[in-house]
Every structure is written in structure tokens, then in C-alpha cells.
């Protein structure tokens, strides 16, 4: 009978319906157990994991038997994949099935910042009446830059146009007569990405972390973002300088910014110190993925790659 671990949490009805008959341990408090998690792979046939189980070192030298790790999730800079690849261990992203998910974080953080009204609810109850502070600003008619145009990206796209955006995209690796720049929604920009940064009113980032990738918006980048423009990075934390961009939050330049992954998760003391006190910024726990429905999805994607590596469909 195949075994199963699961180190983070997923949906159990997935569980129960896509790994019936394997024996499946199922404990989401295994992530901060490494020593029991250790233990739990020996002899496991499988491994399923968020972002924050770390699949490489000694942990794949645990896990002899290991044929296949599900992620639940499409980022895969937790996992060593070449280890991986060096044992036969298959590696299956739950590409897709949170796509919505991520764009709808997006467009909402966007028009929280943009509009900036919606923290007054304890001015109001005292009965002040701030109308003239609280003048935002509309999304409809903003540029949006998307950093990276993969399959969230364009989800992202179709929002921001329905919403009467004008997009712009900058991906090296997406050739410029690929339909993808001209979808049904309306035509995306391919820009260079120094000129995606000093056009975008909001930029997005997009992208895995890698050695190209890591850095890509530090100080410098942000300071030829437009004064007033918001900054959103759901993709990898070690993408953005993040104090770079307390500093140009508290300077004013960036009119505002959401974080949703970051260099070390959980934060440590010395940068959440750093954030304290940083105005129109939004700090969420890698969370722009995870919905109830996204969960269901990523769940039931990942625990039916997992079965069929392992008995078949």
C-alpha cells in the first residue's frame, strides 16, 4: 500500500476521495516538526507540501523510497528539482487551479491603494468626516505592468481590462507573435521592462525567484516607478528590496504597495520592525493564492497527480 505524507494543510474531502486505500498521514504541523517529518518519510512513497517544507538536503536523504512530491501551489523554489530529477522523483505544481485566485488579490489590492478610503471606519464612528483626505483614485483608465505573462498574469490582464486598464507586459520568454499578447479581452503592450517600470501606474510582479529574478525591483527600480504608482508582488519575496520599499512608501514616492511573499517567511523581528509605522501598505501571509475554492482545487489537482504517478489513472 502506497504511502503518503502530507506536511501542510489541503482539503481532507481531496484527501479522502483522491488517496483512498493509501495510507495517508496527514498532519499540517509537520512543516515545523523537521525531525518528525524526517520520520514520517521513511519508506513514504509520497510527499505532499505547501511552500514552506523545504524538499531538499537532508530531508530528500530521509525519504529513500520517495517517488513523487506533490505541490500544492505552482512556485517550486522550495523544492530542490534537480535532487529530484537525480533520483527518478517525480515533481507535480498544481498549475492552474489557483490562477483566480492570485488575479483577484491583485485587482483588490490595487483598488484598496488607488482608492485609499477604506480605513476610516474608526474616524467615522467618532464622528469625523475626513471627505477631503479620503479623495482616491479610480482604476479604470490607470496602466497596469505586469512583470512576467505567464497563466496568472493573464488572468490578472483580463481583470484590469474589464476594468478599463490599458496593460502592458514585459516576459523575455514569450516570443512577440504569441497570441497571448492579443486575447480576446484586448491587446497587452510588450514593453522592455526599464520602460513597463516608468509607465506603470501599478506594477505586479509575476515571476519565479531565480538568480535573474532576485533583486529585479530594488531601490533604483523603484525610484523610476511614476510618483504615486503601487507596487503588488505575489510571486516570490525575493523579488522585491522590501526595504527599499518601506523607504519609498514612507517617502512618499510609491503611493502605496502590497506584499504577499516575502525574503524570510515568517518575518523575522528585525523586518517586521521595519515595516511598523510604513502608510498604504498592505502585508498579507502568502495568502493570494489560498481561497476556500482555490484550496478545493489545488487539493484535488495535486492528490490526483500524486495517485496516478503512483497506481495510475
Same mark, same amino acid.
Given at each position: ?213 532576485? %533583486?529585479?525591483? !530594488?531601490? #533604483? +527600480?523603484? $525610484?523610476?516607478?511614476? &510618483?504615486?504608482?503601487? =507596487?503588488?508582488? *505575489? /510571486?516570490?519575496? %525575493?523579488?522585491? !528590496?522590501? #526595504? +527599499?520599499? $518601506?523607504?519609498?512608501? &514612507?517617502?512618499?514616492? =510609491?503611493?502605496? *504597495? /502590497? ?9 523575522? $523581528? ?44
Amino acid at each position: 500500500m502506497p504511502k503518503v505524507v502530507v506536511s501542510e494543510f489541503m482539503d481532507e474531502a481531496a484527501i479522502a476521495t483522491e488517496l483512498a486505500g493509501f495510507e495517508t498521514l496527514y498532519d499540517p504541523g509537520l512543516v515545523d516538526r523537521p525531525g518528525d517529518l524526517a520520520e514520517a518519510l521513511r519508506g513514504a512513497d509520497a510527499l505532499i507540501v505547501r511552500n514552506r517544507t523545504q524538499v531538499r538536503g537532508a530531508l530528500l536523504d530521509s525519504a529513500a523510497d520517495l517517488k513523487v512530491v506533490g505541490r500544492l501551489g505552482v512556485g517550486l523554489d522550495n523544492i530542490d528539482v534537480d535532487a529530484c530529477n537525480q533520483r527518478g522523483i517525480a515533481v507535480y505544481p498544481a498549475t492552474g487551479a489557483n490562477d483566480g485566485a492570485v488575479a483577484e488579490y491583485v485587482i483588490a489590492s490595487a483598488m484598496l491603494l488607488l482608492r485609499g478610503a477604506y480605513g476610516a471606519t474608526g474616524q467615522v464612528v467618532e464622528g469625523a468626516w475626513p471627505r477631503n483626505a479620503l479623495m482616491g483614485r479610480e482604476i479604470g483608465g490607470k496602466r497596469l505592468g505586469l512583470v512576467g505573462f505567464g497563466a496568472i498574469a493573464r488572468e490578472t490582464a483580463r481583470r484590469a481590462s474589464a476594468l478599463g486598464m490599458e496593460v502592458s507586459a514585459h516576459d523575455p520568454f514569450l516570443a512577440p507573435g504569441d497570441p497571448a499578447w492579443t486575447p480576446p479581452s484586448g491587446p497587452v503592450i510588450r514593453r522592455d521592462l526599464a520602460t513597463l517600470i516608468a509607465q506603470s501606474d501599478v506594477l505586479s510582479l509575476h515571476v519565479p525567484l531565480t538568480e535573474g529574478t532576485r %533583486g529585479l525591483i !530594488d531601490g #533604483a +527600480a523603484i $525610484a523610476r516607478m511614476p &510618483k504615486g504608482a503601487v =507596487l503588488i508582488n *505575489a /510571486a516570490r519575496g %525575493g523579488v522585491v !528590496d522590501e #526595504a +527599499a520599499v $518601506a523607504a519609498a512608501l &514612507k517617502a512618499g514616492h =510609491l503611493g502605496g *504597495a /502590497a506584499l504577499d511573499v516575502f525574503d524570510r517567511e515568517p518575518l523575522d $523581528a528585525q523586518t517586521g520592525a521595519a515595516f511598523a509605522g510604513v502608510p498604504n501598505l498592505i502585508l498579507t501571509p502568502h495568502i493570494a493564492g489560498v481561497t476556500q475554492e482555490s484550496n478545493v482545487r489545488v487539493s484535488a489537482v495535486t492528490a490526483k497527480a500524486v495517485r496516478r504517478h503512483l497506481i495510475g489513472p
